[in-house]
């Protein structure tokens, strides 16, 4: 699976590509595409509070969990295993739903990177998804 980088801007470097995926969450009945970027830096899956709520996720006393980022600021999560689709391939992920909006969604490492081999082929402003045999 090839996936085209996407073009954005940024304040600091101006028009800049960014690596993403196009991902199916999937949790019973409910499916919600969206375009994660693809951070090999990120331990775990991250979406931003209101994809987990369009996945039918409740703050039922579940344990919150304080993730740290870049800079060493810290974000509220509930962890969570659902599945996802990539291209064809279904599979369960673990996934830290962030509990607050201002997260980007991002596509970290933990279960994805041990499903796929994973290229960033930058001049190309592509990533490759290919299944690790």
Known sequence: ????????FSKTLGVIYRPVAEV??????KEIKDFLYIDSGADITLIP???GELLGFKVD???????????????????????????EIEFPVRIAW???EDVPPLLGR?????????KFK?????????IEE
């Open 122 to 130: 930058q001049k190309e402003k592509i990533t490759e998804f290919s």
């Open 49 to 51: 509070r209101s994809v």
């Open 110 to 118: 933990l279960d994805i990177f041990d499903k796929f081999e994973v």
């Open 98 to 100: 962030a509990l607050v």
């Open 1 to 8: 699976m090839k996936f085209k980088y996407r073009k954005e």
């Open 61 to 87: 006393g579940e344990e919150v969990k304080e993730m740290g980022g870049v800079g060493g600021s810290k974000v509220p999560t509930i962890l969570k295993t659902l599945k996802v689709r990539i291209g």
């Open 24 to 29: 199916i969450f999937i949790n019973y009945n």
